[in-house]
């Protein structure tokens, strides 16, 4: 499978379509943006694994972005009557993380996965902004949840493309699944800061129990 496949271009959506399809066209649009953005940055050495850390990187913030977007758009169109505007990050926004991690030496998985918690966090201004309805514990768990999701979606295509080329094993597979694994905990962390003391206790009280039961 070819790099450039993560282009999912769409033609014949634009001009005359609805109001609900430009909304969906503008989404893929943006979409394909980013990706073309990820296609560009990276270079002919992922072939043989040793971009495989970036890769991860870019898919991660790529896909983390599109989720926070399409949650942003979709709670301004509940407040629409408030006369919100939407607070859509921007392509220009990832190139910017992406050019600022093509500047880095390090790709090993501490400093890869500290660039992606960096980048997914610092965002979380922006979603306590959109959702002032929720209470702070709870603003705190929904958007890691995003933020798992993106991440996810990102590890999932980082291991497709890698596994296509027949170089995800040996070093390449340890270091990406132990990126994974740092990133994972570093959400835990983040989480964990950002909860109230009754609320880190009811996760703590839940978990236990769990684990009695099982």
Avoid at 40 to 48: E, K, M, N, R, Y
Wanted: proline residues 2%; glycine residues 8%; aromatic residues 4%.
């Amino acid at each position: 499978m070819s790099i450039s496949s993560l282009n999912n271009n769409q033609p014949g959506q634009a001009g005359s379509a609805l109001p609900a399809q430009n909304a969906a066209y503008s989404a893929q649009n943006s979409r394909n943006q980013l990706n073309s953005v990820l296609v560009q940055s990276l270079d002919v050495s992922i072939s043989s694994g040793k971009q495989s850390q970036t890769l991860l990187f870019h898919a991660s913030l790529t896909n983390i972005t599109q989720i926070l977007n399409a949650d942003f758009s979709s709670q301004d169109g509940s407040q629409q009557t408030q006369g919100s505007s939407s607070l859509q990050i921007s392509s220009t926004q990832l190139s910017i993380s992406i050019q600022q991690d093509g500047q880095s030496d390090d790709n090993s998985p501490e400093a890869t996965s500290k660039r992606i918690l960096d980048g997914a966090t610092s965002m979380f201004a922006l979603y306590q902004q959109q959702h002032p309805e929720l209470s702070a514990d709870d603003q705190a768990k929904n958007f890691v949840n995003l933020i798992r999701q993106g991440f996810e979606q990102g590890y999932g295509e980082a291991t497709d493309i890698l596994k296509s080329l027949k170089v995800f094993n040996g070093d390449v597979q340890s270091g990406v699944e132990k990126t994974k694994d740092l990133v994972e905990k570093g959400l835990d962390a983040f989480l964990k800061s950002n909860l109230s003391s009754s609320a880190q206790s009811a996760s703590s009280g839940t978990g236990t129990s769990q684990a009695s039961a099982s």
